[in-house]
Structure formats: C-alpha cells, structure tokens
C-alpha cells in the first residue's frame, strides 16, 4: 500500500502563500488521480482539486479557484499543491490523497480515496 508524507505546511499572514509538497513510497503504485483536500475545525473534509496521470485537473473547489494550483510529477511519484493569497479561511489541515482507480470515480469525494497522508497544518493569521 502506497504511503503518503506531506510536508511545507506553516503559519503565514494572509495574502502570502505557501507550496505543499506531498511524496509517495517507493515503488508505489501510482494512481490515476491524486488530490489534496483540507478540513478546517469543526468541518467536514473538502476536496480541493486533483490530477490525473497525463496532467488533467479537477477543481473541486470554487473558493479556492484561481489561487490554488495542483501540480504532479510523476517520474519522482510527488505531488504539489501552490497556495498563494491565502485567506484566514483557508486555515485546516491539508492532506494529500491517492484516489482509488475506477471508470466514474470523482476524486473530489473523501469517500473515494484510497490512501491519506498524515496532514499538514496552514494556518492563516489576519
């Protein structure tokens, strides 16, 4: 089973930005979509956007369109999420995800996921 570790999360005032990065095991089967999503206190966990193997994006969220952007390497088996003009709302914990394989399957829904990484904290200060 693929194992996923997370890392570049942080503390930052709103209006910076900050680059997640997420990497897989070795050897690890790669999924046909990957995705970060995020849970905030007392929410639930959102999709935020995925990736597919040849490059495709899906948006998953419209809060964050324009200002979060996916990105996948994957001879390296990495994953990459760019954060700018960060918002005290997009204070949560991030997580990045491999999604199960499968015709129909939207990566956008935690229920699809096959594989959690730890998390990584953002936290926005005004």
């Known amino acids: 089973q693929v194992q996923l570790l997370e890392s570049g999360g942080g503390s930052v005032q709103a209006g910076g930005s900050l680059r997640l990065s997420c990497r897989a095991s070795?050897?690890?089967?790669?999924?046909?979509?990957m995705a970060w999503f995020r849970q905030a206190p007392g929410k639930e966990r959102e999709g935020i956007q995925a990736?597919?193997?040849?490059?495709?994006?899906?948006y998953c969220s419209d809060s964050v369109k324009g200002r979060f952007i996916i990105s996948r390497n994957n001879a390296e088996n990495t994953l990459d999420l760019q954060i700018d003009r960060l918002k005290p709302e997009d204070t949560a914990m991030y997580y990045c995800?491999?999604?199960?394989?499968?015709?129909?399957?939207?990566?956008?829904?935690?229920?699809?996921?096959?594989?959690w990484g730890q998390g990584t904290q953002v936290t926005v200060s005004t």
């Open positions: 070795a050897n690890a089967r790669r999924p046909y979509y």
């Open positions: 990736i597919n193997t040849p490059g495709g994006r899906v």
């Open positions: 995800a491999s999604v199960r394989d499968g015709q129909g399957v939207d990566p956008c829904l935690p229920s699809n996921v096959e594989t």
